[in-house]
C-alpha cells in the first residue's frame, strides 16, 4: 500500500564549503506533502527555497555540502545517495521545473534529443515508444508543431515555448512529485498564467503532489493548498492557504 504522503522531510539541515568551513544555509525543516496536494514555499530571497529543492532532488555537490536529517520520497530515503542511485529517483519520482529554462536546457542539443534523454535514463517507457511519448509530451504541453519543435535548439524556442519544454522533460516519466522553482519569474503575464494552469493540470491528472517555490503571494492564494514559509533558513510557519490569509 503507497504512503499518503509522497514526501516527508525531518531535521533536514543544509551547509555549503565556503572558505574551508561548513556553514548552514537551511535549518531543521520539517515538511510533509500529501500525494495530490500543492504545497507553496514562499520567502525573500536568500530564505533557503532553492536550497530545500535542490536538497530533495539531491543536486548538491556532495564535495560541498553536507546534508543532514531524513527526506523521504515515497517511503525511500534519498539522503546519503548519490551518482546512478539518485538519478534513478530524479525524474522518475520527482521531477524539477527550473526558473530559467534557456540556462536548465542544453543549448546544443535540439529539443527531441533533450527528452530522449530524460527517457533513456529510466525504465519507464520503452525504448520503442520514445518517439511516440515525445510528442505526446509536446501535444501535453501546448506545443504547435511538435514535429518541428523537436528538431529545434532552444534559444529558436520563445521563452514560454522554452518554460514548455522544461516542463515536459519533468513529467517525462511520471513522477509523483513536481517541483516548480519559481517557473514563470521571467514570462509575461499572460503566459505565467497558462504555465500554472498548465502544472495544476498535469497534477490533477496525474494527482502528484507539487512544490511550488514562489515569491507571488497572489499565485499561492490561487493555486496552492498549503504554504510554508521561510526566512533565514529556517521554516517560521506552515498553515492551509485559508489561515495563512485570514490570519497572517
Same mark, same amino acid.
Do not use: C, W
Given at each position: ?104 536546457l542544453n543549448p546544443l542539443m535540439k529539443i527531441g534529443q533533450q527528452i530522449k534523454e530524460m527517457l533513456a /535514463?529510466?525504465?519507464? %517507457?520503452?525504448?520503442?515508444?520514445? $518517439? ?5 509530451? !509536446?501535444? *501535453? ?61 498535469i497534477q490533477k491528472k496525474k494527482n502528484a503532489g507539487v512544490i511550488l517555490i514562489t515569491h507571488d503571494l ?8 498549503? /504554504?510554508?514559509?521561510? %526566512?533565514?533558513?529556517?521554516?517560521? $510557519? ?5 489561515? !495563512?490569509? *485570514?490570519?497572517?
Amino acid at each position: 500500500m503507497e504512503s499518503e504522503n509522497i514526501l516527508e522531510t525531518k531535521q533536514v539541515s543544509v551547509a555549503f564549503r565556503i572558505a574551508g568551513k561548513f556553514q548552514k544555509a537551511i535549518y531543521d525543516i520539517d515538511l510533509s506533502l500529501r500525494r495530490g496536494e500543492v504545497l507553496a514555499i514562499v520567502g525573500e530571497s536568500g530564505s533557503g527555497k532553492s536550497t530545500f529543492a535542490t536538497a530533495v532532488m539531491g543536486l548538491h555537490n556532495p564535495n560541498q555540502t553536507q546534508i543532514t536529517g531524513s527526506i523521504l520520497l515515497d517511503d525511500e530515503e534519498v539522503i546519503g545517495k548519490t551518482g546512478d542511485s539518485m538519478a534513478s529517483i530524479r525524474g522518475s519520482k520527482v521531477g524539477m521545473i527550473f526558473q530559467n529554462p534557456l540556462t536548465a536546457l542544453n543549448p546544443l542539443m535540439k529539443i527531441g534529443q533533450q527528452i530522449k534523454e530524460m527517457l533513456a /535514463v529510466h525504465d519507464v %517507457y520503452p525504448e520503442n515508444q520514445y $518517439e511516440s511519448r515525445i510528442f505526446q509530451l !509536446l501535444e *501535453q504541453v501546448g506545443i504547435p508543431n511538435p514535429k518541428r519543435v523537436v528538431n529545434q535548439f532552444p534559444h529558436q524556442l520563445s521563452g514560454g515555448m522554452r518554460q514548455r519544454v522544461m516542463i515536459a522533460i519533468a513529467i517525462a516519466n511520471d513522477p509523483d512529485l513536481i517541483i516548480a522553482d519559481e517557473p514563470t519569474t521571467a514570462l509575461d503575464v499572460t503566459i505565467q498564467a497558462q504555465i500554472l494552469d498548465l502544472i495544476l493540470e498535469i497534477q490533477k491528472k496525474k494527482n502528484a503532489g507539487v512544490i511550488l517555490i514562489t515569491h507571488d503571494l497572489g499565485v499561492v492564494a490561487e493555486v496552492a493548498d498549503t /504554504v510554508a514559509v521561510m %526566512y533565514a533558513g529556517q521554516l517560521v $510557519e506552515k498553515a492551509s492557504v485559508e489561515e !495563512l490569509f *485570514q490570519n497572517p
